[in-house]
């Protein structure tokens, strides 16, 4: 629609019209040049998910309006510079859109990794995480961030190291812990660890970092309003050790973890040997599994839901989820990408944003730790 509000419009920011208790949603673009533009108007189509909630698009107007154009979506949102004076007022508005300038760099891209797509990526979620750590009432306070898909080999040719997501958003809000974890129609999973590679998960694994996911998935499973989670819990070695034949990880992180959350009340269970756990949390034997590592964890996920499942990082003080694919460089400025997960993410962080939470985390004052500080969890501060 117009490139800013009409004078009957109160403004541009994120404050809600007196009575509308929808919450306020913020909407990452991911990287420019993958599909989260187009991802993010077809989502935004759907009109009973549309007024679900009121949504603040953090990214750059002109690449929505060319997937809007391209599939066909009459592009009904107000426009407004991310940095004006305007986007701090009130808004009674469905859809705003935060306007990045685009640069040169970005006006004939190619659908690929680059430098400027990994600065632009990293702009939207900074802001977003700021806007979600304001104080309540503030104008420009969101109640949960939905994180489109980023490039890491962007942000990594931008100057950042950060691992993803995840890792960013638990240094900027402080988070004492935290985990991923994914949320499919048949099946819920959290991870004990995240981006590593295989070889150092031995070594940074400890009885707290399974118990994390348990008890934070235990939550989770809460919130979605489960009320007695059945839990089970990956073995990280092949046959789950085989009674300490092919390692001693179960007997000696893993059962101790186990038994810490059935002291919480928790119904855990396992080890189990994680090649055959994940057939009996798809018959519906348990609510939510616990994986060792990444992959371990995903591969089931992507197998029986690769476009309906979402990510969402739990432990932090705000909501965060994320469709479950990539940038797709390969399919991106095509119209040709599925919003399936998507419209998943933004339904799952709907519905987390109105339960009343059991995610155990904790508010800290601010909006992250100054520039050095040590990382929570022992996140390194990537910057």
Known sequence: MGDAPTPKDPGAGASPAR??????????????????????????SDRHLRGSARWIVYGMNGFLHMEAD??????????????????GQSLDHDCVVMDFDMPDALVHARHE???????????????AITDAMRPAGDPRRIDAVVTAPISKESWSMAGYKWPGHTELFAFRTRAKRCCMAFVAPKLRVTLATTHLPLMSIRDVLTI??????????HRLCRDLGIES?????CGLNPHAG?????????????????????GSGIDAQGPFPGDTIFRDALAGRFDLVVAMY??????????????????T?????????????????????????????????MRLAVRLARAPRESGAEVHPGHGPAKGEPGASGLRPWE
């Open 19 to 44: 009575g509308d208790t929808r919450p306020v949603i913020g909407i990452t673009m991911g990287d420019p040049m993958g599909i989260g533009p187009e991802v993010i108007v077809k989502a935004l």
């Open 70 to 87: 391209r599939a066909g979506v009459a592009p009904e949102w107000f426009r407004v510079s991310h940095s004006s004076a305007r986007a």
């Open 113 to 127: 990794p680059c430098k400027a797509g990994g600065f632009a990526s990293k702009a939207f979620v900074e802001e």
């Open 208 to 217: 707290g970092r399974v118990f994390d996911p348990i008890d934070l998935g």
């Open 229 to 233: 989670p059945r839990i089970a819990v």
């Open 242 to 262: 085989e009674q300490g034949l092919f390692g001693d990880e179960e007997t000696r992180l893993i059962e101790p973890a186990i038994a810490m959350a059935r």
């Open 294 to 311: 990444h992959d371990q964890g995903l591969i089931p996920v992507k197998l029986v839901a690769f476009d309906s499942a979402v990510n």
């Open 313 to 345: 990082t739990l432990g932090l003080p705000v909501v965060r989820t994320s469709p479950d694919h990539g940038t797709a460089f390969g399919i991106a400025g095509q119209g040709r990408a599925d919003a399936g997960a998507m419209i998943e993410a």
